[in-house]
C-alpha cells in the first residue's frame, strides 16, 4: 500500500511539473498583443472602402497576422503574417448603413492566438449624401435668464455635398437654416433664454441632396437660472470656536486645534461676481469671462488685485479704506491712485511696500483667515461646508471640474450662516501670510512665510483640499482662473 501511495505521489508529482512546464509556455507575457486599440474612423459611407490598423506585438519577434470582426457578418479571417510591431492594415466595403461594432484578434506564426479581442470600436454607415455632425461647442453650460448662449458647430458630408445646419434650442424656437457651405465651414447660433429651466440644445444638419442627419445633442445640458440677488452682507456673529482641524486626514498645518476668539464681522454671502468686479475696476479679468456669464465668481486675480479692489470699491461707496500703503513721510495713504506704480507686482516678483490693514475702518477688506473658517464652520466642527458627509458635499460646492469652469454665484445651497459657495468655486484669498499654528513643532522657510492664504478650494479642487480647514499656500502676485475673493467689512 505504502508503494502504491509513493508511485502515486511521484506520477502526481511529474503531472504537476510537465503541466507547470506546458502553463509557462504559453503564459500570457509569451502571448502576441496589441499595442493599441483598432483604429478605424467613427463615420463612413456605404459601399466606400473603409480601412482599420493596428499594431501587435510577438514577445519573440515571430510574425503576427489579425482577423477582424467588422460586425455585419461578413467572413471573419486571417490577414497573411506580417512583421512584429508594423501597423497591420486591412479594408472592408459595408452594404449596408447602421452602426456597426469592430474588433480585432491577433495570433503568431506559431498559432498563439492572444486571447483577446481588442476594445471594440463602433462606426457609423451613412447613405451618400447624409450629412453628419463633426463638433459641437457650447460657451456655456449654465446662465441666466435674458442672457445669450453661442453654439458653434461643424457639419459634413464625406462625399463632398454642400451642407447647412439648424438649432432646436428645446425652448420651443428651432433656428432658421444657415446657408449652404463647404462641408466642414463653421456655423455660428445665438440665443436668449426667457424662462428658467434646464434645455438640452439639439443640432441638425441637411445636405445639398437634400439628405437630413440626425439630431445631436450637445454634450452637456443647458440650466438656466434667475439672476442672483445682491451680494447682501450677513453678519457673523462674536464667538468663540476651535480652529484647525480634528479630520485624521489633516494636514500637519492644518493641527492642532486651537481656540480662537472672533469679533463680530459682516461677510458678503457671495463671492465677488464678475459683474461687481467691472462696475468698480471697468475691466473683466476672468478667464471665463468669454462665457457671457458676469454672474460668476470674478478669477484670475491676485492678492494685490483684490487689495486694489476693496480701496476703489470703499471710496465709490464712501467708505473709509481699509488699506494703505506709507508714503515718503510715513503718513498712510489709502487712495490707491497715490500709491507707487510699482507696488502690485507680476508674478513671480513680491512687492517692497508694506500693505497695512485698518480693522477699524468702515471699507472693505479680506476676511482674516481664522474669520473665514470661522465663518465656512458656521458655529460646528464641520469638515466640509455646510455638511460632515463627503457624498452631500456637491450639494453646497462647486468642485471635480465637471464641467471645467467658474460658476454663478449662489446657485448651491449654502451654510448655516446663509453663506454661499465657502467650498469650490474660487479660492478664496485671505489676508494673512502664511503661518504655523501655535503649538506646531518645527519653522518655515522665510520665502513661505511672504505666501498667502486662500481658503475654500475651487471648481477644480479634489475631494482632499474640500476641508474647511485645507490651508493653500499662494505667491500673492500669483493669478489663475480659480483665484477669486469675498469680502468682509467691520460690524
Not at 235 to 264: D, K, R, T, W, Y
Request: net charge neutral; with cysteine.
Amino acid at each position: 500500500m505504502k508503494i502504491h501511495l509513493l508511485l502515486i505521489t511521484v506520477l502526481l508529482a511529474v503531472l504537476l511539473l510537465v503541466g507547470c512546464s506546458k502553463d509557462n509556455s504559453t503564459s500570457n507575457h509569451k502571448l502576441p498583443y496589441f499595442v493599441n486599440g483598432l483604429q478605424i474612423t467613427p463615420i463612413a459611407v456605404k459601399g466606400q472602402d473603409v480601412a482599420a490598423s493596428v499594431i501587435v506585438i510577438d514577445p519573440k519577434g515571430k510574425k503576427v497576422a489579425i482577423k477582424v470582426d467588422w460586425g455585419d457578418g461578413s467572413p471573419i479571417v486571417y490577414t497573411p503574417l506580417d512583421s512584429s510591431g508594423v501597423a497591420i492594415i486591412v479594408h472592408h466595403t459595408y452594404q449596408a448603413t447602421g452602426t456597426f461594432n469592430v474588433k480585432a484578434y491577433a495570433k503568431n506564426e506559431s498559432n498563439l492566438e492572444s486571447g483577446v479581442w481588442t476594445a471594440v470600436r463602433q462606426i457609423q454607415i451613412l447613405n451618400v449624401g447624409v450629412p453628419h455632425i463633426v463638433d459641437i461647442v457650447a460657451n456655456k453650460t449654465e446662465m441666466v435668464v435674458g442672457n445669450q448662449i453661442n453654439v458653434n458647430a461643424m457639419a459634413e458630408e464625406l462625399t463632398g455635398f454642400m451642407v447647412q445646419m439648424r438649432v432646436n434650442w428645446d425652448d420651443g424656437v428651432i433656428s432658421p437654416w444657415t446657408v449652404m457651405n463647404m462641408p466642414s465651414s463653421l456655423h455660428s447660433f445665438d440665443h436668449v433664454y426667457n424662462q428658467t429651466g434646464t434645455y438640452q440644445i439639439k443640432l441638425q444638419a441637411r445636405s445639398s441632396a437634400d439628405s437630413l442627419s440626425q439630431w445631436y445633442s450637445v454634450s452637456h445640458q443647458l440650466i438656466v437660472h434667475n439672476p442672483p440677488p445682491a451680494n447682501d452682507f450677513v453678519l457673523i456673529p462674536a464667538g468663540s470656536f476651535m480652529m484647525g482641524s480634528s479630520n485624521p486626514a489633516a494636514l500637519a498645518n492644518e493641527i492642532p486645534q486651537h481656540n480662537v476668539n472672533v469679533s463680530a464681522f459682516y461677510m458678503s454671502k457671495f463671492e465677488v461676481s464678475q459683474a461687481e468686479w467691472v462696475a468698480v475696476m471697468q475691466n473683466n479679468p476672468a478667464n471665463f469671462a468669454a462665457n457671457g456669464e458676469i454672474h460668476a465668481a470674478v478669477e484670475n486675480v491676485s492678492w494685490y488685485d483684490g487689495i486694489l479692489y476693496c480701496n476703489k470699491r470703499s471710496i465709490l461707496e464712501g467708505l473709509t479704506p481699509c488699506y494703505s500703503i506709507a508714503d515718503t513721510s510715513g503718513t498712510p495713504v489709502t487712495n490707491p491712485n497715490l500709491w507707487p506704480a510699482d507696488w502690485n507686482p507680476s508674478y513671480p516678483d513680491t512687492t517692497t511696500y508694506q500693505i497695512v490693514c485698518d480693522f477699524n475702518a468702515t471699507g472693505y477688506r479680506f476676511p482674516t483667515e481664522a474669520e473665514w473658517e470661522y465663518a465656512a464652520k458656521a458655529g460646528a466642527d464641520m469638515t466640509y461646508c455646510g455638511t460632515n458627509d463627503i457624498n452631500e458635499l456637491s450639494n453646497y460646492a462647486w468642485y471635480g471640474a465637471n464641467p471645467y469652469q467658474s460658476h454663478i454665484v449662489g446657485l448651491k445651497t449654502p451654510n448655516v450662516w446663509g453663506l454661499y459657495d465657502m467650498g469650490g468655486n474660487v479660492w478664496e484669498w485671505c489676508w494673512n501670510s502664511y503661518r504655523l499654528y501655535p503649538g506646531t513643532p518645527g519653522t518655515i522657510s522665510v520665502a513661505n512665510r511672504s505666501l498667502k492664504i486662500t481658503r475654500g478650494a475651487a471648481w477644480n479642487s479634489r475631494n482632499s483640499s474640500m476641508r474647511v480647514t485645507y490651508r493653500n499656500t499662494v505667491i500673492p502676485s500669483l493669478k489663475t482662473n480659480v483665484f477669486g475673493l469675498r469680502l468682509v467689512k467691520k460690524a
